[in-house]
């Protein structure tokens, strides 16, 4: 297939066998890249599939080697982990209901899976840590735990080590409230006693790339930031980097109608997530809340002159 890298021969199946910490990433979405590039920075090889060709482009110039899916048994065979960051289906998760055998059967010795901390669902403001009762109804949050369960039973049978990541919600340099602000397309609403947590894919990609590498983390550990926080807190601080007047503020009462299921869930769940396990395990987060964040973001804006304010 043009544009791919083909690992079908068994000369290419030796040559993958003799390099050290071999990592198979499954689902290289917007997160993968800056995974990848922390796999790479200490020393291992990045492996992965994606139809996408501009996102083929961008992680090839990084170093990640790009496999043609038919190749999957082959370069899973020598690998030492494999991280699946693809989102779940029907069967929960498509990686493992589709290559089970050949991950079985493999090199691999640890797997990542990325979740999301909304299978713990509304907690009603209240602090939720890593034991705490998942209590989410919303269709896309339980398809993530069906996935976490069925990779959870893979893994004892295949005698696999497993860590489940759960996410936070997620922001960086091509997804932000300062993008959708600039955009258009953000609409300040406010909702009692609603918050979040968010995490940086600086900060992902440093945790889930030095687990994937050193193989040593199991278990299920939340990735969130120090701060949970309101919508309108965040936005206000966005607002002010811009040097812009927050416009009229909603009430979630006053929308909810006119939001989309999956908006709507989004503001039916809230939660404040402890991070007391990742800061133990990984110490100082590059961006602790979404103030350092957000203002390393709005820097390099103004540092790129095809951005307009």
Known sequence: ???????????EVLKISKIKNKIVIMGLGKISKE????????GSVAYGFTSNRERTYVLRNIGVKIFDIGS???????????VITAPPDKTGCPIISKHKKSIAHSGVS???YVSSTGVYGDYKGKVVNEKSILKSDASSSLSRLKAENIIKNFSLKSNKSLCIFRL?????FERNIILQILNDKFVPIYK???????????DIGRIIGSCAVSRNLEGIINLSDNKPASQIEVAQYAYKLL???????????EVYKQLSPIRRSFWENSRKIDNSLLKNTFGKMIYPTYKEGLLDIHTSYLNNSSFKF
């Open 1 to 11: 297939m043009s544009g791919f890298l083909c690992i079908t021969n068994l000369r």
């Open 35 to 42: 995974i990848c590039l922390n796999i790479i920075k200490k």
């Open 72 to 82: 999957f048994d082959a370069v899973i065979q020598n690998a030492d982990s494999l």
């Open 110 to 112: 640890w797997i990542g």
């Open 168 to 172: 936070s919600g997620i922001y960086g």
């Open 192 to 202: 009692r006693n609603h918050f979040f947590n968010r995490i940086h894919e600086a």
């Open 243 to 253: 040097g812009k007047k927050i416009p009229k503020i909603l009430n979630y009462e």
